[in-house]
């Protein structure tokens, strides 16, 4: 194990044990439900949004160390961004946990999110990596209703 990858999992496991923004968020503009049957996975996004902005979010449920690391990560990245900036980072991250795990990822680019590049060999594992962000991405569309991955 390289040591960054001994610090990546240092920090998905004290996200999970301590995770971030974790309560309902009331009152809230939005709030999607999703669920990764797979897993087991079960978490709800809430969002308060000041126009085009997010102003606050958070999340509660229950899940895996990644799907819940992923989600505590998630609130602390888009809190304060824009709904197109939100959107961006969605997708930057999607792009890298979907790429084969040799794939060479942009450090800087990614940020706080290239914790979850361990999380590409284990196919399985992306569906709770990326649970909250797909409930956050149906919020920032309008939805407040559940989601699943299956
Ligand atoms: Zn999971």
């Known amino acids: 194990m390289s040591d960054s990858r001994a610090l990546y999992e240092e920090v998905i ?3 999970n044990k301590n995770p971030r923004n974790f309560r309902p968020l009331s ?3 939005r709030q999607v439900e999703a669920f990764n049957p797979l897993c087991g996975d079960h978490f709800t996004v809430f969002l308060r949004l000041d126009g085009d902005r997010i102003s606050e979010i958070s999340f509660d449920g229950a899940g895996c160390a990644i799907s819940k690391s992923s989600a505590s990560v998630m609130t602390t990245l888009l809190k304060g961004k824009t709904i197109p900036e939100a959107r961006a ?3 930057r991250f999607h792009s890298m946990i979907t790429s084969p795990p040799d794939t060479p990822i ?3 680019a990614l940020g706080k999110l290239r914790v979850f590049t361990g999380v590409r060999e284990f196919p399985i594992r992306i569906k709770c990596a990326t649970l909250a962000w797909h409930a956050m991405s149906a919020a920032i569309d309008g939805r407040n209703d559940a989601i699943t991955t299956e």
Do not use: G
């Open 13 to 15: 496991l004290d996200h």
């Open 27 to 29: 009152p809230c503009d």
């Open 89 to 91: 980072i969605f997708t």
């Open 106 to 108: 942009d450090e800087t």
